[in-house]
């Protein structure tokens, strides 16, 4: 959600903080801000909406410092206006904080200091940590003062702070959402998401909760929220910066779409061997006894993760042959889960700071589950807290909405389901080397079904005017229909909902018209006649068919007219055909949000990482 970043070196500091700023844009805000200090004292620059209003505003009145921080803000506490725009200060303008996360107790926390004399200019949670920080600042420097303020603090929060009366500093704190510190040449920085910092530096050390960053000209100390000092490994990010530009793509969201068959590739890379027809999968880290013994698998998301979640639970039970439910992480510790022995919970997050399903992993794990995550960020908080960890390859995604994450995370469920399988025996040595073989051609085939692009634009073509949606599927490719609706929900504005293509009749159908379109999941499998029979049904109705189908099989198209369309795929066995279908779903989402002329990178409301509740 909300960026941060700050700065203490050599180089000019706000080219380096706007920088820092929009290279976060993805992660979705709706104001800006920085804070420049000088000796005289500190400078706030803020305005409400997209970063070039805050240029506007700088330009208008110019303002540097020797050191800074800025924050691009998605309202959760008060309007999205310039006055609730962060930096915060206290009553005096001497202390400044920038903030990811809530503070829950925030109103008592209001009415104790507004009793002690305290003005507050804000609606915001924020504000009442510079206030904090304020009251107890008592000559031990500033990080002497977070500490104490943390005391009183409840929630999940990331914090930067910087003080007029204690110069050259930095504070940050850990406590839920990411807070990444990265390490330069006579230069540091800290930042909410390593994209912020990466064309600086590519040593960086992340922030467990519970921990503190005190920035200075001569370096970083790290210590734990009582002041003892912590000993923290420097990690070197593999990304190459250029990864994270558009690479010549109108919208990031394309270009992640064409990455898609290299992601794919880097996620299968060294995990499979066709000769000995084996799954390598290292940094599990769980004996294969335990593994061995599982009775039960839950699956932990949100939002799309939740989706390649659910084609999880058809992975692993058809291979390994363990049930699996699978949990939205904002509602699994809510109702008191009840957590078998030998049980293992999968947590799955792109960013692996996903408040909702870090908090449901953690639920789990105190209940006496063993648990993995499923993650494309090296070091995040679901990576550090879990037992082991299957990493996807995808490389940063800038997009809002998901597309090289969703299906890199579809090919690590799988290459873990057929782990398990391995593990445990459910298949013989040659149907699991079967397996492997077609795996390892996925990602030729994505890349075939990505050359469909075309094909899809004449399909927004037809139909971007339309109001209503109504995608389905059956058995594993239900829910992708999910994911194919919410894509296009997200990023063009249209209603759509996807459905098990048998429920249409018990709700549904009362919906459809020749106003609606109804995209149709359809691999030759073995439901395609159950589906091709919600189709006719459809089609009886008045409805005009988009149906996504297996390239060479005459038994949709007998059925379609002039008012259907077709969008033929590559074949792949039953159960990889849910990364396949997956693609032209994203096509045509980005297609039709274009001709509406939407954001189609940054879709109103929305963040890249949900890093509150």
């Not at 959760?76 to 903030?99: L, Q």
């Not at 007029?164 to 920085?189: L, M, S, T, Y």
């Not at 290459?415 to 397996?435: F, I, N, P, V």
């Amino acid at each position: 959600m909300c960026g941060i970043i700050g700065y203490i070196g050599s180089k000019p500091v706000v080219p380096l903080l706007l920088d820092g700023l929009r290279r976060m844009e993805y992660r979705g805000y709706d104001s800006a801000g920085l804070a420049l200090v000088n000796p005289e004292g500190i400078s706030l620059r803020r305005s409400a909406g997209k970063l070039v209003n805050l240029e506007a505003a700088l330009r208008k009145d110019p303002v540097d410092g020797r050191y800074g921080i800025g924050h691009t803000r998605w309202a959760t506490h008060g309007r999205p206006t310039e006055e609730n725009a962060h930096p915060h200060s206290d009553c005096a303008g001497r202390i400044v904080v920038v903030h990811n996360g809530i503070i829950e107790n925030y109103l008592e926390l209001k009415r104790e200091l507004q009793a002690q004399g305290h003005t507050f200019r804000t609606e915001t949670d924020t504000e009442i940590v510079a206030h904090l920080v304020e009251r107890e600042m008592q000559g031990d420097g500033l990080e002497g003062a977070v500490r104490r303020a943390l005391t009183f603090l409840r929630g999940m929060f990331a914090l930067v702070l910087v003080s007029a009366d204690d110069q050259d500093k930095i504070v940050a704190v850990g406590n839920g959402p990411p807070v990444v510190v990265g390490i330069g040449v006579d230069e540091f920085f800290v930042a909410s998401d390593i994209p912020a910092i990466l064309s600086h530096t590519r040593d960086v050390v992340y922030l467990r909760d519970e921990e503190m960053a005190v920035i200075t000209r001569s370096g970083v100390a790290f210590t734990d929220r009582a002041g003892r000092p912590l000993s923290k490994a420097t990690e070197r990010v593999l990304w190459d910066p250029l990864a994270a530009e558009k690479g010549g793509h109108r919208h990031f969201m394309l270009k992640e779409i064409y990455e898609q068959p290299s992601a794919a590739r880097e996620t299968i890379l060294g995990r499979v061997s066709l000769d000995q027809g084996q799954i390598f999968l290292e940094d599990l880290h769980i004996e294969d006894a335990t593994l061995r013994a599982l009775e039960k698998v839950t699956i932990l998301a949100c939002g799309t993760s939740w989706h390649s979640g659910l084609v999880g639970k058809y992975l692993i039970e058809t291979l390994a042959r363990l049930p699996v439910e699978v949990d939205y992480g904002s509602e699994y510790r809510y109702r008191n889960p009840i957590v078998a022995a030998k049980e293992l919970a999968i947590g799955i997050t792109q960013s692996g700071e996903t408040a909702d399903t870090l908090a449901a992993l953690r639920e789990a794990r105190g209940r006496g589950a063993h648990s993995i995550a499923i993650c494309n960020v090296v070091g995040s908080m679901a990576t550090r807290e879990s037992g082991g960890t299957v990493y996807t390859h995808a490389g940063p995604e800038i997009g809002v909405a998901s597309t090289k994450a969703f299906t890199s995370q579809l090919v690590a469920i799988h290459l873990l389901a057929l782990y398990l399988a391995q593990l445990r025996g459910s298949l013989d040595a040659e149907t699991l080397r079967a397996q492997i073989a077609e795996l390892l051609h996925v990602p030729q085939l994505i890349g075939e079904a990505v050359e469909a692009s075309a094909a899809t634009a004449k399909v927004a073509e037809r139909f971007y005017s339309r109001t209503d949606f109504l995608f389905l599927g059956r058995g594993i490719n239900y829910p992708i229909a999910l994911e194919g609706a919410l894509k296009l929900k997200e990023i063009s504005y249209i209603h759509a909902e996807g459905y098990p293509a048998g429920e249409m009749k018990h709700g549904p159908i009362a919906l459809i018209d020749e106003r609606m379109p109804i995209v149709a999941i359809a691999p030759a499998d073995h439901v395609f006649e159950k589906i091709l029979g919600n189709v006719q049904e459809a089609k009886a109705r008045g409805a005009s068919v988009i149906a996504i189908t297996t390239a060479g099989d005459p038994r949709m198209a007998e059925v379609l007219d002039d008012n259907d369309m077709v969008l033929p795929m590559p074949a792949t066995g039953p159960l990889l055909t849910p990364i396949i279908m997956t693609i032209p779903l994203q096509l045509l989402a980005y297609h039709i949000a274009v001709r509406r002329g939407c954001d189609v990178d940054q879709p109103r409301n929305l963040a890249k990482s949900v890093t509150v509740e």
